[in-house]
Antibody
Framework: QVQLVQSGSELKKPGASVRVSCKASGYNFIPYSINWMRQAPGRGLEWLGY????????TYGRGFRGRFVFSLDTSVSTAYLQISSLEAGDTAVYFC???????????WGQGTLVTVSS | QSALTQPASVSGSPGQSITISCTGTSSDVGAYDYVSWYQHHPGKAPKLMIY???NRPSGLSNRFSGSKSGNTASLTISGLQAEDEADYYCTSYTNSDTVIFGGGTKLTVL
């Protein structure tokens, strides 16, 4: 069965970096883009962007260019989200999801809580 | 790009029908038939309920339906059940090759 399994919770200090992984299984990884979303405490879902395993090309949402970097290791069907220069406002649950059709996210990871606190 | 506009909350009694609206612009909702809806229970991953405006994923209850008119999409839930109580989000693909979420709607089943 299709699964996306994310790495565990992280506690980081402001200014540090974090990498969240999203390992896919149960389907051909290449044809489907992996999208990243987040939900800050008390807030709604927010789209960060996506990366296409077929090309390795990332696309970032407005406000997420620069400190946010998407990458892949297709040999292990895994996508990564790296966030640098962490700020308190980056505290959120981060989700990866498979896109079956232009914002149709049919499978999601379980979410990774990233807490930024001094 | 601002978030798509959804009502903050809606409510209904068991067995009733409710509709949640999602208003965007001619650059997103109005530009493509790529509107999706998600059900989100706190602490869990969101669940795809409708994609491409009106398509249901395999196995999903036909109590959930979607539609679109101009720049506004809608999700209708008929025969409300207690387990439908959750947050609901719409999304739309945009002409910038990005995706935009709605602000979310909290559904309360009375």
């Amino acid at each position: 069965q299709v699964q996306l399994v994310q790495s565990g919770s992280e506690l980081k200090k402001p200014g540090a970096s974090v990498r969240v992984s999203c390992k896919a299984s149960g389907y051909n990884f290449i044809p489907y883009s992996i999208n990243w979303m987040r939900q800050a405490p008390g807030r709604g879902l927010e789209w960060l962007g996506y990366i296409r395993p077929s090309t390795g090309r990332p696309t970032y949402g407005r406000g997420f260019r620069g400190r946010f970097v998407f990458s892949l290791d297709t040999s292990v069907s895994t996508a990564y989200l790296q966030i640098s220069s962490l700020e308190a406002g980056d505290t959120a649950v981060y989700f990866c999801a498979r896109d079956r059709s232009y914002s149709a996210y049919d499978y999601w990871g379980q979410g990774t809580l990233v807490t930024v606190s001094s | 790009q601002s978030a798509l506009t959804q009502p903050a909350s809606v409510s209904g009694s068991p067995g009733q029908s409710i509709t949640i609206s999602c208003t965007g612009t001619s650059s997103d909702v109005g530009a493509y038939d790529y509107v999706s809806w998600y059900q989100h229970h706190p602490g869990k991953a969101p669940k795809l309920m409708i994609y491409d405006v009106s398509n249901r994923p395999s196995g999903l209850s036909n109590r959930f339906s979607g539609s679109k008119s101009g720049n506004t999409a809608s999700l209708t839930i008929s025969g409300l059940q207690a387990e439908d109580e959750a947050d609901y989000y719409c999304t739309s693909y945009t002409n910038s090759d990005t995706v935009i979420f709605g602000g979310g709607t909290k559904l309360t089943v009375l």
